[in-house]
């Protein structure tokens, strides 16, 4: 079986960025094993979750929306931009379905963080650019580290040849272009990874005791666009496909 993972559009509002960043998206997935699916942000709620059914795992995408600050109970910040109503819909449909039939997750950036408020926790409204600019952006290959905690869920999927070690903590390259963060982890959440020079939340995830256990993971950077030359980038898509293949329901 070629698992179907689900991926929303990024936006409802720039199609510019749609076709810019989508089918780096559909590539990773595709080059993972699975067979990406689409998922219009204009679909009816029955739409949406009859389209979920028929997957075996969903892919949150990032987005330049920012997540609506009420839905974590706090008010709007300044530098938060608006948020993607449409967007939001289609996510919360899907993790609604993913949940209650426990299939595989996968959150990247804003995904990461709609997962996370979506389980109750909270965001970072705005980071500071020093020490380190976590707003680098596409052009920026590495921006900096992730330090990953080496008997995580994470841990045990990233390539440890591209990663260096000290105190059974992996340091990964990462890129980065985001300007919000997690701040409380989502309920049943831990952190995985961080920024060492910061502290800032770079990946969280469920815990997870083996195959056939809920598959759930989140990190801020992107890994769709570093996929043709990391290794650890193919095999969170890899392992996503394959949490799929075995998820039975």
């Given at each position: ?54 997957c ?5 995408p990032?987005?330049p ?48 963080q ?26 920026v ?77 989140g ?8 996929a ?22």
């Amino acid at each position: 079986m070629t698992p179907r993972i689900a991926i929303p559009m990024p936006t409802s509002f720039d199609p510019v960025y749609n076709r810019a960043n989508y089918s780096a998206y559909v590539e990773a997935v595709r080059s993972g094993g699975g067979e990406p699916v689409e998922v219009a942000l204009s679909l009816s709620e029955a739409e949406i979750r009859r389209l979920a059914g028929d997957c075996q795992g969903i892919v949150l995408p990032g987005s330049p929306a920012d997540v609506e600050p009420s839905i974590y109970g706090q008010p709007r910040d300044e530098a938060t931009a608006p948020a993607d109503v449409a967007r939001e819909r289609v996510d919360r449909a899907l993790l609604e379905e993913a949940y209650q039939d426990e299939k595989p997750i996968f959150g990247i950036c804003f995904g990461v963080q709609m997962l996370n408020a979506f389980l109750g926790g909270t965001l970072v409204q705005d980071l500071a650019v020093v020490p380190v600019n976590h707003a680098a952006g596409r052009s920026v290959a590495v921006a900096h580290s992730a330090a990953v905690a080496r008997g995580s869920l994470l841990g045990g999927i990233v390539d440890l040849d591209e990663c260096s070690e000290s105190d059974g903590i992996l340091r990964l390259p990462i890129n980065s272009s985001h300007h919000q963060a997690i701040g409380i982890p989502g309920a049943g959440f831990t952190v995985s990874a961080r920024c060492p020079q910061d502290g800032v939340v770079e990946a969280v995830e469920a815990p997870y005791l083996g195959p056939g256990d809920h598959f759930v993971l989140g990190v801020q950077w992107h890994p769709e666009r570093s996929a043709g030359l990391s290794a650890s980038s193919r095999a969170l898509f890899a392992r996503l496909v394959a949490e799929a293949r075995r998820w039975r329901g």
